[in-house]
């Protein structure tokens, strides 16, 4: 599995990057789960990290707006992220979803095409009033969206593994491969959470609170991203 670590500064970008993660996301906690961050962050970042890993940049929980997703989509590409992340908030149908990520991905795709989508859905989608993200496979790959994400909407310490079981998690997994996606999971992940996280098999798991200490308002730690990056490659 590689390891996504969500810094919401410089400082802890080079801390997550030197740690030994996999890809360097940058991410603002203050406007929601996939709160995004401004655009000279990003560039400072990615300045930061110098090539030694790709950057992921969050664009915001999105309701139905695809012509906002898609410049703030385009906005994030510009400022030098190589993955961008949409996240699918309050998206009621699968027809509204197709179509704010075909337009996400046609704007970042027509600025670079070697740069990656991620659709992201939520665990607890029930409580935000979204779609089942079980059902964003299917729609993401229509879209041509290369990464298909699964993370907690409101962050208030629940798990996602508290709104989705191994089964359904695996079904998702198992989803995202069958089109030819990458997949990652995220949302309060925790270091017990790894031998199951094993046995579903994401390509990536997404993480800030683990490597704060269990605490996302506080700082990323070093020697707990070097301690997860560890366990992930035993």
Not at 29 to 44: C, D, M, Y
Not at 109 to 119: L, N, R
Not at 188 to 195: A, N, T, V, Y
């Amino acid at each position: 599995m590689k390891l996504l670590v969500s810094p919401i500064n410089r400082e802890e970008a080079i801390i997550a990057s030197i740690g030994g993660a996999d890809i360097v996301d940058v991410k603002n906690p203050k406007e929601g789960s996939l709160g995004a961050n401004f655009p000279w962050i990003i560039r400072e970042v990615k300045a930061v990290v110098n090539g030694r890993q790709p950057i992921s940049a969050t664009i915001g929980d999105f309701n139905y707006k695809p012509g906002t997703a898609a410049l703030a989509a385009l906005g994030a590409a510009v400022a030098g992220a190589d993955y961008i992340k949409v996240g699918l908030y309050d998206i009621q149908t699968e027809a509204q979803a197709l179509e704010l990520l075909t337009k996400v991905t046609r704007a970042v795709k027509d600025y670079d095409p070697s740069k990656k989508v991620v659709a992201s859905g939520y665990s607890d989608y029930r409580r935000i009033n979204s779609i089942s993200p079980v059902l964003l496979p299917a729609v993401a790959a229509e879209a041509g969206v290369d990464v298909v994400m699964v993370d907690t909407g409101i962050k208030d310490g629940k798990s996602t593994f508290e709104f989705m079981d191994e089964k359904e998690l695996k079904e998702f997994t198992d989803l995202a491969h069958k089109y030819g996606l990458e997949n990652a999971i995220a949302g309060s992940l925790k270091f017990e959470d790894l031998p199951v996280l094993e046995r579903i098999g994401p390509d990536i798991i997404g993480v800030r609170g683990m490597v704060c200490g269990g605490d996302r308002r506080t700082a990323i730690r070093q020697e707990l991203v070097e301690k997860l990056v560890a366990e992930c490659q035993a």
